[in-house]
Nanobody
Framework: QVQLVESGGGLVQAGGSLRLSCAAS????????MGWFRQASGKERQFVAA????????YYADSVKGRCTISRDNAKNTVSVQMNSLKPEDTAVYFC??????????????????WGQGTQVTVSS
């Protein structure tokens, strides 16, 4: 069982940056790949980025590639995502999630059994 708590959301102007963090409970954090997803109002939850258990492999959605960097600190049981050059269309609730599944499934939210409660990111134009 993994419990996840996100932080770092807020209101930012277009072109600005935010760093979201997710703190995980449990002693097996490094055995999970971690993902970030987002859900805009009235839309489906979509994949943002993911990172392997040892941090050596990352994967990004095309919509954030080049503007977003995911990282993790297994000693602190945290995963973060740095988002730069934010756009109004990045406005959403951002969720972190944990999965034991393989790289091929990282973009599929149905493979993540553990989720945080989400943190709101609002980008003003």
């Amino acid at each position: 069982q993994v419990q996840l708590v996100e932080s770092g959301g807020g209101l930012v102007q277009a072109g600005g940056s935010l760093r979201l963090s997710c703190a995980a409970s449990g002693r097996t954090f490094s055995s999970y790949a971690m993902g970030w997803f987002r859900q805009a109002s009235g839309k489906e939850r979509q994949f943002v980025a993911a990172i392997s258990g040892n941090g050596g492999t990352t994967y990004y959605a095309d919509s954030v590639k080049g503007r977003c960097t995911i990282s993790r600190d297994n000693a602190k049981n945290t995963v973060s995502v740095q988002m730069n050059s934010l756009k109004p269309e990045d406005t959403a609730v951002y969720f972190c999630a944990a999965t034991g599944a393989s790289y091929a499934t990282w973009a599929d939210r149905t493979w993540y059994p553990y989720w945080g409660q989400g943190t709101q990111v609002t980008v003003s134009s």
